[in-house]
């Protein structure tokens, strides 16, 4: 088996020191086993996506030194891929139409029962107003689609966890409906990450998923997708966040910690390296 592994980044900002530090992991675990290294450009929210920042992107891997392979694929370029997999999956995965705005799942969760969780990897989890509403395979996608399984044969799921948490994470469909519940896969005019993500990791037989673990919770997500959708799971690596001094995990604000002011400094790639513990 051939490792393949990724690297992909939205075209929405700056990457930071903690970009760095997950695509050089990905980059380095391919490269050590003979394998192959890809870069996917996550821009399905088109209003955020800018050219300039997938330049950049681009310019700053280079810099790093980190090579990739094949074409770099890009997600606003694959969305009748997305569409075809809910029609033909639409019952696997429980698909329906939720027409609800944010204002009206956070009235129905005005008074929760004491001790509910309301926050899932998914957001704010939601309570299941348009369950009843039927998915037609003739809709223009110009709703909200949910997921919601309402049985699987064992009700078990695992994924396998090669970082920090080592080991096969296992949990019941009953844990991750009052954990997570129904998850947004489709929403007004391009799909959800959960939906692209997993259909592109598919679709490049990627093996081996290195990212951080502010995402490990929706690998609940991704594994009963890939079960739903009959993928081959991957082996997962969530590694350590980079945080800045007060302890927050780095995001594309803080320019400050961007590849390229460190550049423009002129730090060279074995600086920021040693910088992220390399």
């Given at each position: 088996?051939?490792f393949?592994t990724?690297?992909a ?5 700056p990457?930071?020191?903690g970009?760095?530090?997950s695509a ?15 870069v996917?450009?996550?821009d399905?929210?088109?209003s955020?996506?800018k ?15 980190l090579?990739?392979d094949?074409?770099v ?5 694959q ?8 029609i033909?999956?639409?019952k696997?995965?429980?698909?329906f139409?939720?027409?609800?705005s944010r204002?009206?799942?956070k ?12 926050l ?14 039927t ?8 709703n909200v ?23 096969e ?6 844990e ?16 959800a990450y959960?939906?692209?993500c997993v259909?592109?990791d598919a679709e490049q ?8 673990l502010?995402l490990?919770?929706?690998t ?5 997708l890939n079960?739903?959708l009959g993928?081959?799971?991957p082996?997962?690596?969530h590694?350590?966040?980079i945080?800045?001094?007060n ?5 594309k ?9 460190y550049?423009?400094?002129g730090l ?7 910088l992220?513990g390399?």
């Open positions: 088996m051939t393949i990724r690297f980044p939205s075209p929405t900002g990457l930071h020191l970009h760095a530090y050089i992991i990905a980059h380095d675990m391919a490269r050590r086993e003979g394998g192959k290294f890809y996917r450009i996550e399905l929210d088109q955020r996506s050219m300039k920042w997938e330049n950049q992107i681009f310019d700053d891997l280079d810099w790093l030194g090579s990739w094949g074409p694929v890009r997600q606003s370029e969305l009748d891929r997305y569409k075809n997999i809910l033909r999956f639409q696997e995965l429980g698909l139409e939720c027409n609800c204002r009206d799942i009235n129905a969760l005005n008074a929760p029962h004491e001790g509910e969780k309301l899932g990897p998914d957001g704010v989890i939601y309570p299941g107003t348009c369950r009843e509403n998915f037609s395979s003739q809709s223009k996608f110009e689609l949910r997921m919601h399984i309402k049985s699987d044969k064992n009700g078990l799921f695992s994924f396998r966890e090669l970082g920090p948490r080592k080991g994470i296992s949990f019941s469909l009953k991750f409906f009052k954990t997570v519940g129904d998850v947004v896969l489709w929403r007004k005019g391009y799909p959960h939906l692209a259909v592109d037989k990627i093996t081996h998923i290195v990212r951080g502010d490990f919770e929706a609940k997500i991704h594994t009963i079960s739903r993928f081959k799971k082996l997962y690596y590694h350590r966040l945080c800045d001094e302890g927050r995990r780095l995001a604000r803080h320019d400050a910690k961007s590849i390229y002011k550049r423009q400094e060279k790639a074995s600086d920021v390296r040693a992220i390399f």
